[in-house]
């Protein structure tokens, strides 16, 4: 979870201002207070949508025996990512540069056993009617590049606040067991790492990537067959 609520950031952040004392409580209630509120909004807005999948997960399970969902992942981006995301864009550092540019400061990640499941969770999540669909990238049926396969969905969701509603947005990965274990391999390996990797490099990490896919078709033939009773 985040360092920037935490008492030391917050005394290391203020030893380090050039500000007088007196200065300090007004530049916080300029500009820390409303950036803390602001990623409220977006850890509330998480957690909407993680109990919507646990919801999903819960009555699916009822109706197929069993669970389509294996973990939900949730993270709040960190203030220093979104710091460099939003210099790396020339956007400026402000609380509405935030909450105008960036579309993942809250992140969810449904990882699935079988990539159907993917499709079936996005589809029944996209159906409710509190949630507006702003952007989706299928890297599953277009996988990127260097191998990277995921459901990408960008989505707005009502926060009900005690006096206001408020709509936040959050991205939702998608992936299977296999799609999760390379992309979380590959990002330790050389994702935004800055190092070169070498075409020979590239091409084995690809070659992994695929055999994942492969492996993922595989099983869910097997389990198809099964359930269908066609073996
Ligand atoms: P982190 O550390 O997960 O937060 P965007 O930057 O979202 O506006 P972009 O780059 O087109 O636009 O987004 P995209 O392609 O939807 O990818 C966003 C996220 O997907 C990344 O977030 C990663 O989590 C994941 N991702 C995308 N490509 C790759 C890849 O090649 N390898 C791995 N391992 N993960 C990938 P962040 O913010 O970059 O990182």
């Known amino acids: 979870m985040e360092q920037f609520d935490t008492k030391e950031y917050w005394a290391r952040l203020f030893s380090a201002l050039p500000l007088p004392k007196s200065e300090i409580k007004n530049w916080v209630s300029t500009n820390v207070a409303p950036f803390k ?56 550092i402000t609380v509405q540069s935030i909450e105008q540019n960036l579309n993942d400061v809250a992140g969810v990640r449904v990882i699935c056993g079988f990539p159907s499941d993917i499709y079936t969770l996005a589809d029944a999540f996209l159906r409710q009617d509190d949630i507006t669909l702003i952007a989706r990238k299928d890297y599953i049926e277009n996988p990127k ?40 391999l590959e990002h330790k390996i050389r994702y935004k790492k800055d190092v ?32 269908d009773k066609t073996d």
């Open 37 to 92: 509120e602001l990623m409220s909004y977006y850890k509330c807005a998480m957690m909407e949508v993680e109990t919507k999948f646990r919801v999903l997960s819960e009555e699916l399970s009822l109706e197929y025996d069993r669970n389509p969902i294996e973990t939900i992942k949730t993270r709040l981006k960190s203030v220093e990512s979104i710091g460099d995301k939003l210099s790396n864009l020339n956007l400026p």
């Open 145 to 184: 590049e260097n191998g990277y396969r995921s459901l990408h969905l960008i989505v707005e969701i009502p926060i009900f606040l005690h006096d206001e509603k408020k709509h936040m947005r959050v991205e939702v990965q998608f992936r299977t067991i296999s799609m999760d274990w390379w992309a979380s």
């Open 196 to 227: 070169t990797v070498t075409d020979g490099i590239a091409a084995e990490l690809r070659e992994c990537a695929e055999a994942a896919a492969t492996l993922d078709k595989k099983m869910e033939s097997i389990q198809k067959r099964i359930y």
